[in-house]
């Protein structure tokens, strides 16, 4: 089964850095494209970064130079490491497996249940 689970999520203040985690079921990351997703509350669920089986990688320009996608084949993981967190990076973090492609990525229907990242004073 296609499983995924994310941890990591915090209470942060602004500034501060935090590492998300997507455990993801066995051979998953060897085959597929992953992605982060957000959603604040009162918006809609936003593309934060992906990342395709060849390593190549993708980010939303909210993002750019901030976060860093990473993943662990052998550990069936992949990573968000989120530097220099701002308010409006409050949101629920979800993982997501898909299809990255020359026109970007595509999600599919798997999600993990999401975990919360809230930066406040």
């Known amino acids: 089964q296609e499983l995924l689970v994310e941890s990591g999520g915090d209470s942060v203040q602004p500034g501060g850095s935090l590492r998300l985690s997507c455990a993801a079921s066995r051979g998953i990351l060897n085959t597929y494209a992953m992605a982060w997703y957000r959603q604040a509350p009162g918006k809609d669920r936003e593309l934060v970064a992906a990342?395709?089986?060849?390593?190549?990688?993708d980010y939303a320009e909210s993002v750019k130079g901030r976060f860093t996608i990473s993943g662990d084949n052998a550990k069936d993981t992949v990573s968000l490491q989120m530097n220099n967190l701002s308010v409006e990076d409050t949101a629920v973090y979800y993982c997501n497996i898909g299809i990255f492609d020359s026109s970007g990525y595509h999600p599919g229907g798997t999600w993990g249940p999401g975990t919360q990242v809230i930066v406040s004073l």
């Open positions: 990342i395709n089986d060849d390593g190549r990688t």
